[in-house]
């Protein structure tokens, strides 16, 4: 089964074709880092324009890089959700008229489902059930993956994402955006025990997170720094800050491991490229006897290829939708009846 998926919910316009979930024949990506840039983070109402200027050049680009015709695709994906609405409309529309077009099933799919997708086609071994840290720009829970479209939330942030603290640190300390990715690469020539900050305790539910806490005391040590004019060590400030950040998931990783007996762990999401958070997971991992499933950085950030793969399951599960196919900003993993 030939699927044509459609993402377009940030700041990457993406069209993939995916055989049967598990083989990428093509991914296109266009790009607005480099426009996003200038501004220190995306600019919704530029994103969306740009989506509209991408998003059609991009199919055809499938299609060309495949070899395919139009008439070998036999449903039409999408993210229909999470994400700068706009963005999401853009994607949502252009499918829909896809769909229409060649007389195809539209298949709706949520966004952190889709990052869940990504490691089907990094590991074609992979199966239910599994556990999944999902750790991107704005969301981050622990996901217990019963079969390919049922899913458990354990826990997650109450307040801000792990990607939004990394991003925001690294933006006040001037780093490029995404400032998570050069806060990654910098903060391994520190020393994390530098600088004290602090570790979310569990509250009711002991998967639950907070990173709100964390980021403003960051943000705190340097603005005060600023004004006394004290010089940071910002590779060690960097350092501690993602040791934070792996100290808060790892421990509530293990206990999921402990808890539901599943020795199969997968990491999704954005923040899954960063290397204290993949090392951490994997000895915490060893340590019990589990599987760790990372997927390669080309596929932890937003692509359409991980949304043609769960589309294939939300396909055979029967989850198709019609023309009333609505974009959402906000919406569960859990996602109700389309």
Not at 8 to 18: F, G, L, W
Not at 64 to 73: A, H, N, P, V, Y
């Amino acid at each position: 089964m030939n699927i044509l998926a459609i993402e377009s919910s940030c700041d990457e316009t993406a069209v993939a074709i995916v055989r049967d979930g598990r083989e990428v024949l093509c991914d296109c990506i266009a790009s607005q880092v480099a426009l996003h840039r200038e501004y220190g983070g995306v600019v919704p109402e530029i994103a969306s324009r740009k989506h509209i200027e991408a998003i059609y050049g991009l199919a055809d680009q499938a299609l060309e890089q495949t070899g395919l015709q139009r008439s070998d695709i036999d449903a039409v994906a999408v993210t229909y959700a999470p994400g700068l609405i706009g963005a999401v409309l853009v994607g949502v529309n252009f499918a829909k008229a896809a769909a229409l077009a060649l007389g195809k099933p539209l298949i709706p799919v949520h966004h952190i489902r889709g990052h869940i997708a990504a490691n089907y086609i990094a590991y074609p071994e992979l199966q239910p059930p599994f556990l999944c840290l999902v750790v991107s720009g704005g969301h981050t829970m622990i996901v217990h993956v019963k079969d390919y479209t049922e899913m458990e939330i354990l826990g997650g942030t109450l307040d801000d994402a792990a990607g939004e603290s990394f991003d925001k640190v690294g933006r006040v300390l001037g780093m490029p955006y995404p400032g998570g990715a050069a806060l990654d690469k910098l903060s391994q020539q520190g020393d994390e025990t530098k600088y004290d900050l602090p570790r979310s305790k569990p509250g009711e539910n002991p998967y639950n997170m907070s990173f709100s806490g964390l980021k403003t005391a960051a943000l705190n040590l340097i603005h005060h720094a600023e004004q006394v004019g004290e010089q940071l060590d910002i590779p060690s400030l960097c350092a501690s800050f993602s040791a934070a950040v792996s100290d808060t998931l790892t421990p509530r990783v293990e206990r999921a491991i402990r808890e539901t007996g599943c020795k199969k762990v997968a990491v999704a999401g954005g923040v899954a490229a960063n290397s204290r958070i993949r090392r951490d997971i994997l000895a915490a991992a060893e340590k019990l006897g589990a599987t760790v499933y990372l997927p390669p950085l080309s596929l932890c950030g937003d692509n359409a290829a991980m949304i043609g793969a769960q589309a294939y399951y939300e396909y055979l599960a029967g989850n198709t939708a019609g023309m009333e196919l609505n974009a959402y900003a906000t919406k569960s993993i859990l996602g109700e009846k389309i």
